[in-house]
């Protein structure tokens, strides 16, 4: 199995369903894998990424501290296996003795351990194969930011009607109503 080594671009939250998206990032090449994963693991990964500490464990900092508590050390995690359209991942765990054991998990669940473990993310070569793509040559980065600056000033008599309507707003009437709630 020959393995692509890559980072965590980014989450994003898809406008349409409001389902998160993890965007991984070859570390070689231009090219990402996009997951769909469930808000609370991308709310997982974002914490630790942003260094957010909780007064105590998550799940997946359960996970982490059991393997260790146990003797073990997360060596890395992998995007194994795409079938049917469901990503599959794997814990990398090396136990005392030289023995190492595969732990099955959903990739959500395995990259929100490994940015715990703070350890290596890969992902198989025939997976990215499949499912990885390029960036788009037709979109340009985004354009640095500029300042705004108006094109012309509006004249005080365009702007009378909204004065006459501020001008018109009781607003005694407004605290009276809101003391009655």
Known sequence: MSLVEVSIDSIRVSLMTQHRLVILKDVQLERYLTIWIGV????AITWELQEH???RP???DLIKNAIRDMGGTISSIVISDLKDDIFYARIMVDLAGGRKIEVDSRPSDALAVAVRAKVPIYVDDTVMERAASLPDPE????PEEKEVKPTSEVPDDKLSVFKDFLDSLDLDDLDDSNQEH
């Open 40 to 43: 609370c693991e991308a709310d």
């Open 53 to 55: 500490t909780s007064p």
């Open 58 to 60: 998550l799940t997946h």
């Open 139 to 142: 979109v340009r980065e985004e």
